[in-house]
């Protein structure tokens, strides 16, 4: 099992910055494979925004590329988002979710989401 907690959204106008954090806990902590963020915007599906491996390796979608930053600090098991240059269509629930692996099985936990709301 794995928990994670999020931590950072908030109300920020566009062209401005937030820094969201997701701290996991839990005895599979050491299986953790994969961590990311995943964005439900208002009357959307949720959709991946940037995933980070165990290795350090970063996938980023699209529409963040080059604004935002993925990054993990595996002492403190923490994930970070750094995001810069918000624009209003950034708006949603933010969701800190990991990938756990225990044998040939993949397990997926999420956290319980952060607001983030960029005003025009």
């Known amino acids: 099992q794995v928990q994670l907690v999020e931590s950072g959204g908030g109300l920020v106008q566009a062209r401005g910055s937030l820094r969201l954090s997701c701290v996991a806990s839990g005895r599979d902590i050491v299986s953790i494979k994969l961590m990311g963020w995943y964005c439900q915007a208002p009357g959307k599906s949720r959709e991946l925004v940037a995933t980070?491996?165990?290795?350090?390796?970063?996938n980023y979608a699209d529409s963040v590329k080059g604004r935002f930053t993925v990054s993990g600090d595996n002492a403190k098991n923490t994930v970070y988002l750094q995001m810069n240059s918000l624009k209003p269509e950034d708006t949603g629930v933010y969701y800190c979710?990991?990938?756990?692996?225990?044998?040939?099985?993949?397990?997926?936990?999420w956290g319980q989401g952060t607001q983030v709301t960029v005003s025009s």
């Open positions: 980070i491996t165990s290795g350090g390796s970063t």
């Open positions: 979710y990991a990938r756990v692996r225990d044998g040939l099985v993949d397990y997926h936990f």
